[in-house]
């Protein structure tokens, strides 16, 4: 392959090295307004009244906004439509929006904020889920699974207790994974303006165009046609772009209104509060395994920290156990989840989605059952890897799965045989594996249409212009369209036109999420360039006097494949073709096959492939501070196939890096302020300053391994590469920590002060571990009861309730703009 | 209107990637504010206004600065360069030139702050180590990349032959990219 497989400079390096690329801040327009938004002070109070007369009067101010403005509630779920772009009636967060100035100035906009008078009447918080547990009024959200509780989830997948009960050795550990925050570079912008013909266009940093279409047709009740959203290239996403922000329909609103401009920057601090973070996760995992550590059954349950609102939380929650099963044989597994609201910014997607956190757990506990047995742990995993072309438990589909050859890779890279266990004390070496999605099986609302679609358009001069509605984030997905399409079709990635994520112009992606890009609209992009290529070939054969499967397409030209001097330019084949066809463009979409999970809640997880990961990770820890320093990474991804090599290994820097950062400092922590100042729930850090995160002076060496088991679902046999490699990293570096110094840290961070407490333990002859030590009691609902391939199963509950789909009310069905 | 504190201009004249300006501004600006809302020079970005991210520096007189940290009033008759002073014409410079072959952009949003600290690096020591450039950067947050290839692209632009275009405008790292 001529561009497939190459290192290349991305299409879009140019406009981001001089500057050019055009952020969602970046947009200005004449007459342009600005708006600023008052966040709440209290973490759960009543609003009694706003007093804005004297902010409507102030210099410069155009128009003031509040909840009584926004009517309609949205959400990025459809059981899940729990927000309203200024709060109405409550706050239940600390930076919860209840009101937005809109004035000549960003200033004076500011100014203005600061004369509305809010009078609140607090109410009780909630500040973990452990309290929420407990505390069934007041509640902080009128619906759920429970008070106080949004999701519970309970699935059998086959009968753990007897497998347990006939385990040779039962490991129980709880673990706990803090939360943490997306910190893209740039803060969330949005410009909201009316175009010539009075339709609204919205410039945002989105990852999600399609799905914050939908919902501002819904917040603003207005046909979606009448609305064009365009994501502009975000600085940085990694989930925390996800979903439909309060800003977002603020500005929209305030441009229908005042018939002007209006752009909404968030402040780095407002960004801390928009948050839809990692969810902190509490989790107890059991597993039984037989005396050479074989697991015969697995029973997890989670306890996620979700914040005021639902987001993506019903997935989240899911997500916290689904994918449990896909890197090792599970014969029989339980999962059950719960997600409680409290009073702090909503938690939601970032990189891994609820999937870092229960991998943590079982790959930590993986080391300890290792070390228990005697085991070396590259041998105990490479012993019991989930098959190829399998189902697992729960019914996920894997395809292609190399989990073995990255594991090797790694273990020959370090040494791991020779030295791990070996280095001087306070050196160490871990290793953890993981496995992700490439792109979920289901949309976020239900419907049969495609995930991605690509449109190609040729024309006499040559030129190809490709329209897809996929958005770049920074990860590339620009330059694997162009590469695909100049593959199929003899061409540069230079020489394609792109036009992507406008909802006016492209068809509909879905999204930057769940690492679907690449494979979704890889597959669209393919469909369209290879049906652009039959025609070409057609005409161009006719005129070289061929049949068209003896026409070929490489440099630009178009040729005899089997005398390649016989051909003709690439631009003088689309010529031949617009004579015989006129106007030449093509289509193609992309949408996954069914699932064989078909029990309610079996919508998260099934995936047409998974990426595979294993990494080693070496560190150095001072017994004497207890910091802990990463010397050098090993890892090996299994990838399907490289589409460019120099972007793929920037995903799996990166991805390794953030993991680093959640591993050892990354914390979206909070305080409960004292009584006498409001008992507030306050952002303990909401700064780049002090919410800490890997600078360029805490970067090891990262030593990477791609495997290239081209995957019969991807394109060219492409898997994802953008969220697989945070995975491992924080299990790795856990482990790693116990190897140099024989202290177990059961929960993230692993902050000095941890590592120091659980080498002070052990100097006094206690375990060595520090974690957390309980599971509180959590009102499990009875379980869904599916049984595995091996026992008989269907992939369906053999006791599914009969109103199974979205128990909760849902306003979602047909099409967006629609009411129902 | 009143006379209000914030809306008294102010007028300084400076050098901006070559070409004197003159700019007439609200006296709180900052250098970011009115390198981007005044000169219409938005290749600079801000990612907290605090001076903790480094994705507004600029070379101030050769110096790498914060620019939303500077009051623009300050900057009256100083050498400023952003990252749209980098190129010369339409050929990129061997530092962006790097960056866009090593895979040191991603999202691209810390990269103007990140390029003309290390082009600031460049003219200061011609062939850091990557303990050195580490450290130079050690101000500049990037969370895409793992800051590996951005090191990468340093030390690519370092090791391109110095006297092979000879200096552009006087700058000795400020080379382009050869052929074009
Ligand atoms: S915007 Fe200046 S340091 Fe962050
Ligand atoms: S490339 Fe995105 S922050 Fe550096």
Redesign the interface.
Known sequence: MKVVGQAR??V????????????A??V?LPRMLYGKLLRSAHPHALIVEIAASAARAA?GVHLVLTGADFPTAYGIMPVSQDEHALCRGKVRYVGDPVAAVIAA?E?EAADALALIRVTYEPLATIASPEEALRTAEPRIQDYGEGPNLHRLAHFAFGDVEPALAGADQVFEDVFFYQGST??????HATVAALDADGRLTLWSSTQTPHYLHRELARALDMPAHHIRVIAT??????GGKSDPFNHEIVAAKAALVTGRPVKITL??EEVFYAHRGRHPVLMRLKTGVRQDGTIVAMDLETLLDGGAYGSYGPASTLYTGQLQTVTYHVPRYRFRACRAFTNKPPCGPKRGHGTPQPRFAQEVQLDKIAVALGRDPADLRLQQLAPANSVTANWLTIGSMGLKPCIERVVQGSAWRERRGQLPFGRGLGMACSSYLCGAGLPIYWNEMPHSGVQLQLDRSGRVTVFCGATE????SDDVLAAIIAEVLGLETTDIKLVTGDTDLTPVDLGSYSSRVTLMMGNAAIQAAERAKAILSASAGQKLGLPAERVAFADRRVFDVENPSAGMAFQEAVVAAEVEHGTLGTTGSYRPPRSAARYRGGGVGPSVAYSYTAAVVEVEVDPATGWVRVSKVWIGHDIGRVINP??A??QV??????GLGEALMEEQAFRRLPPRLSSALVHKIP???EYK?P???E?P??VTYFIEDPDPSGPFGAKEVGQGPLLPIAPAVANAVFDAVGVRVDQVPITPDLVLAALGAKAKGKSGRVGPEAFPAVPWPEALVVPPPWEGGNGKAINEPAKSRDALPTHHSGTAGVKV | MSPRRDARKARIALTVNGEERDVVFAGYKTLLEVLREDLGLTGTKHGCELGECGACAVLVDGQPVLSCLLLAVECAGADVTTVEGLARGPALSLLQAAFADKGAAQCGYCTPGILVTAQALLERKAHPTRAEIAEALSGNLCRCTGYLQIFEAVEEAARAEPHAQGPAAGRPHVRTEAGA
Request: aromatic share 6%; glycine share 16%; hydrophobic share 35%.
């Open positions: 400079r991305r879009d390096a140019r406009a981001k090295v001089t500057g050019q690329t055009r952020f801040d970046d200005v210099p100035s200033r997306h910190l893209s570079l740039e803060q290239p975000n600085g940085g996403g990694f402040t780095r984030i920074g990860q590339g120099v972007l290994r920037g820097e990166g991805g390794v890096y953030m700064s780049m300053l995160s600078t360029a002076l970067m060496e990262v």
